[in-house]
C-alpha cells in the first residue's frame, strides 16, 4: 500500500519567503509527527498530532514555524519569514497509534539562500 | 527518554554480520529500546525494538543485557543495501505523543 508521502521533494527559497510543506500520512494513522534534520545530524522533533489536535508542539523553533493538520489526515507544515538556519531535510511521520511503529516519508530537503 | 551513546561509525564485510551495540545506561524500567535507520537521501525506517527478552524479526536480532543498560543489533549477513546510518533510541510506550528522540546514530558502511 501507498506509505506517507511528502511534497515538494525539494525546495529553494529566498531568505524571507514563506514555504508550506505538505505531508500524506498512511490512511488510517491517528499520530502524525514532523520532524527536521540538519545536514549530518539525527531528526529532530517539532511537533505531533493526534488526529487533528496539535498536541504538542515543544519542538517547533520558533514562531516563525507553525503546523496545522485540519481535518485529521493531511498536514502542513509553514514557515514565515525563512531564514537560512532553517535550511534543512523536513521529515513527516505517522503511526496507528501514538507509541506504535512510526513510519517516515522520504521528507523535503528545503534549501534557504 | 534516556540518552544512548553509540560509535560515530563502523565498517562490516558484505556477507558477514554485522554487530551495531549501544549504551543507555540511564535507561528506565518503563522505557523499550528502538533501532530505526536511515539510507541516504530516504526517511528513517522501523528496524526492531524490545523491552528485556532478546528479539528477532526478518531483518535483524536485538541483543538486550540483563541489566538493560546496553544492547546490540545484530545484522546477521550485512549486504550493500544495509549501508546506513543506524540510530538506537529509548522511549516509553504511553498513549501520548511518543516522539523519537534521535541521537547521532552509527554510520554503518558495508563493503565489498
Known amino acids: 500500500g501507498a506509505g506517507v508521502s511528502q511534497s515538494p521533494r525539494y525546495k529553494v527559497a529566498k531568505r524571507g519567503q514563506d514555504v508550506a510543506l505538505r505531508c500524506d500520512p498512511i490512511?488510517?494513522?491517528?499520530?502524525l509527527f514532523w520532524y527536521q534534520q540538519a545536514l549530518g545530524q539525527g531528526p529532530e522533533f517539532l511537533t505531533y498530532?493526534?488526529?487533528?489536535?496539535?498536541?504538542?508542539k515543544s519542538g517547533l523553533p520558533s514562531d516563525r514555524f507553525f503546523a496545522e493538520r485540519p481535518e485529521g489526515s493531511v498536514s502542513t507544515l509553514k514557515i514565515q519569514r525563512t531564514q537560512q538556519e532553517d535550511s534543512a531535510v523536513y521529515l513527516c511521520?505517522?503511526?496507528?497509534?501514538?507509541?506504535?511503529?512510526?513510519?517516515f516519508g522520504p521528507g523535503t530537503r528545503l534549501t534557504v539562500l | 527518554d534516556a540518552k544512548t551513546t553509540q560509535p560515530t561509525s563502523m565498517d562490516c564485510a558484505e556477507g558477514r554480520a554485522a554487530n551495531l551495540p549501544c549504551n543507555h545506561s540511564?535507561?528506565?524500567?518503563?522505557?523499550?529500546v528502538y533501532w530505526y535507520r536511515q539510507i541516504h537521501s530516504q526517511g528513517p525506517q522501523y528496524i526492531i525494538h524490545?523491552?528485556?527478552n532478546n528479539e528477532t524479526n526478518e531483518m535483524a536480532s536485538l541483543i538486550i543485557t540483563e541489566d538493560r543498560k546496553s544492547s546490540t543489533l545484530i545484522l546477521p549477513h550485512a549486504t550493500l543495501r544495509d549501508t546506513a546510518v543506524y540510530y538506537c533510541?529509548?522511549?516509553?510506550?504511553?498513549?501520548?505523543?511518543?516522539?523519537?528522540?534521535f541521537g547521532g546514530g552509527t554510520r554503518l558502511m558495508v563493503k565489498p
Open positions: 511521520a505517522s503511526s496507528l497509534q501514538g507509541y506504535n511503529e512510526q513510519f
Open positions: 490512511s488510517g494513522h491517528v499520530s
Open positions: 498530532f493526534q488526529n487533528e489536535a496539535q498536541l504538542d
Open positions: 540511564t535507561i528506565s524500567g518503563n522505557e523499550y
Open positions: 524490545g523491552l528485556k
Open positions: 533510541i529509548v522511549r516509553t510506550h504511553n498513549n501520548a505523543g511518543n516522539m523519537l528522540t
